[in-house]
């Protein structure tokens, strides 16, 4: 059973301008989910609310700006709404990185093999989807 996911896009924006779409609650919105309730920042426990698939509470662990956002949530599931840090979950990590004009966002998703077996599959396979959807939405929100 494979354990990390990873995408990458490279854009023609600053890592200034990605860092925002990624860790800015207002911005995040027009790639990811519909909305996000609670505080957006680091030891925070908000929501990410996706319409009619349902909400999921993350926890963000990390914010360096312009270079590194992470944060936790449970895979492949909505309806979450409890302490994430209490389940079985993965570690989310956006990685920035400039390179001669464009820059180089990566997405790593890590952590599948804490769930049971009979769903980790599933659940990889759910996201690793997810992942290329959603990273070609954000490239998509970058470039409009």
Do not use: C, H
């Not at 490279?10 to 790639?31: C, F």
């Not at 700006?65 to 895979?75: I, Q």
């Not at 400039?98 to 980790?120: I, L, P």
Request: aromatic share 12%; no cysteine; hydrophobic share 40%.
């Amino acid at each position: 059973m494979q354990d990390i996911i990873e995408r990458n896009i490279t854009v023609k924006a600053p890592k200034e301008r990605v860092y925002s779409a990624i860790a800015d609650p207002t911005q995040v919105t027009t790639w990811f989910p519909d909305a996000v309730e609670g505080k957006y920042e680091v030891g925070e426990q908000p929501i990410f609310d996706f319409g009619t698939e349902g909400k999921s509470r993350i926890y963000i662990v990390d914010a360096k700006p312009f270079e590194y956002f992470s944060y936790r949530w449970v895979a492949g599931e909505t309806g979450v709404v409890d302490d994430v840090t209490k389940v079985a979950n993965t570690l989310v990590e956006f990685m920035i990185e400039e390179m001669g004009g464009e820059t180089k966002v990566t997405v790593k998703e890590s952590g599948f093999s804490a769930y049971a077996a009979d769903v980790a599959q599933e659940k990889f396979d759910m996201n690793s989807g997810g992942w290329e959807y959603m990273m070609n939405r954000l490239e998509k929100s970058l470039t409009d």
